[in-house]
Structure formats: structure tokens, C-alpha cells
């Protein structure tokens, strides 16, 4: 098995596996460099390839004749780069990603090549599946779909002291009710239009609304659209609460003093772990009807919004409606959490899953 190190304390060992691990080196200045300007030129030149770090060790690494299968996991390029490679094996693509992100010409490419020549294609929802039938129907039989899933046990309540000692860290008072939006800070998101329904919401006492997350590549766009946020929020400033990010490993805490978890996303979501994570801690969901969420939520646990022009004023409404009705985030959050149990909530539940398509 081929590994990439990003943790250099990370020397697990397996029984029944060799791990043939690549030390992160990627971005070490002079390798940022060098593979900026191999991108730029190809780019200048027209060149349907990509180059990073990371790509060019995997390849290197790859042993001929060595394996049975390969799956490879949401890297289009590595995949185009070792398919040449290939003798005997078998080669699978795990895709969790929208085809239509980046640049949809070149996405495109990719992904008419791997329709055409991977054994099988593996998808995180029956929204994204349709999307690749769509794109190339006569490949339909080899999409398989297989949901993502959590590890349950990473996603424990907190007891009553560490639930008050949290609270008072974030200076939330014990009868307030509290919304958390859980990602990543980018327009996509809809995070502007959660705080501009709770400026609807400014009159209504004890309510309060966590923002845990970051900007995720750190660009001037992305330190742009933070900027207008936080002046957004200055009109809700006292229900408002910016964490920073927090480390998936301590997601649970958060979640734990939440009321109800917002999803406003704008874009097609391919899957909803957020949504899964939320379920899996017994809380009641607002999400857009976007992508696949409508397939990891249902009405049952959750209240969707429509993605129109009155997205807002909905959207407060709902928040509204779970505010003042503790029985409705009770029942919802109950039924998520029974829901949860239909999705991989262990490694073994997974490797399961996803080994029975593996020839």
C-alpha cells in the first residue's frame, strides 16, 4: 500500500499490510517553487497535466507487477499518471468530489478517461453517480455507490461539568439556545446568508449561533470574504460566536453544546458529512436542498430550505421554528440519530462496503 505521510508521527503497523510511506516535503520552499512553475508553464503552453510533490513520489514509488488492485482516491491526475503503468491490476477511483468544481473543461477530460478505462468508479451519493451516467451512460454498470460514514465512537456527549465548562469558554449562558454552523468559510457555504437570518432574528432573546471553521486555503479571496463577514456580523455581534477551527478530533465538544446544527450551503453538496456528524450526535438539522444532503437527511430529522430568492427569510423561519419548539429538535434529533446507524460507523463497516465491489 502506497502512504502519504502528512503526520510524521504517524508509524502504524499492520499485520497483513506494507505501508510504502512518502515523508511530506511538499511544501518545503524550494519544491513550492519548482512545481509552481512547472504548473505556470503548462498552463502558458496549454497542457492538459498538473504537477506537485506529491504526485511525482507516488508515481516513482509505484511498483510494477506488484499489485492486484489499485484505488486510487480522488486524485484525477495521479490516476492518468500511473493508468499508463498498469499490467495485470485492477484499478479502482474512490471520486467524493463535484465534477464540475475547477476548471469544467479539464475535469471533464479527466473524467471521460477514467469512465472509460477504471473497473469500477466509486461515489459518495446517487446525486454524484447521476452525474457521471449523465456524462457517459453506456459506463453505468461500473459507478457504485458508497456512502461515507463516521466513526461513532469519536462522537461522544460530554458530561454535564465539561458541558458548563465549555459554555462559560464561549460565554454561553445555560438556557441559551444554540445554532452551529460546522465548515469550511467560503461563499459556497451560505454562511452570509446564516448571519443575515439571524439579523431577522436580532429581537429574539438567548439565542445564540457558533461559526466553527476557517478559510481553507488561506487566499487574499478567501481573507476578502471573511472580512465582509465579520462586517456583516456586526449587526448580531452579541449572538454571534467565531471559533476559529477546530481540529476534527474535537468536533464532538462543539457539537455536543449545539441545539441544532445550519447547513446553508449554495452549491451542490456531493454528500453532507456535517449532516452525518450531527445525526450521529442525536441533533436536529436546517440544510439546504442541495446535492446529496437530501440523501444522508430526511424530513424526518431534518428541515430544508429551498435554495431561491427567499432563502433567507426561509431559512430564519426555520431557525425560528427550531427555537421555540424543544420537542421538534428533540424528535428530529432522535430520528437522526437511529438514522445514522444505515451508514458506516466504523472502519470495518466501510472496508466492508466498499470490498464488496473490489474483484
Known sequence: MLHFNFKSGENKKYKYTKLIRVKNKQKKFIYKVFYALANRISNFLN???HYSYVESKFIKKYKLNYYDAILIE???????KIYPKLKKEKIY????????????AKTKEKTNFILKTADKIFVVSYFLKNKLVNLKPSEAS???VVYNGVISRNFKKLSKEENIKLKEKYQIKNNDIIFSFVGRFDANKGIDKLIKALKELKNVPNLKCLLIGDSFFGTKAEGKYINSLKNEALAVKDKL????????EQLYKLYSISDCVVIPSQWEEV???VALEAMTMGKPVIASISGGLPEVLSKDCALFVKRDKNFVKNLSNAMRKMYTQPSLRKL??????KRSKEFP???????ETVSQYIE
Open 93 to 104: 477511483f474512490h471520486l467524493h468530489n463535484d465534477i464540475d468544481c475547477g476548471d469544467p
Open 345 to 351: 460507523t466504523n472502519e470495518k463497516d466501510y472496508y
Open 142 to 144: 461500473k459507478i457504485k
Open 74 to 80: 480522488n486524485n484525477m491526475d495521479i490516476y492518468k
Open 271 to 273: 454528500f453532507g458529512v
Open 47 to 49: 497542457i492538459n497535466k
Open 241 to 248: 460566536i467565531f471559533t476559529g477551527y477546530i481540529e476534527n
Open 332 to 337: 428530529l434529533g432522535e430520528n437522526g440519530k
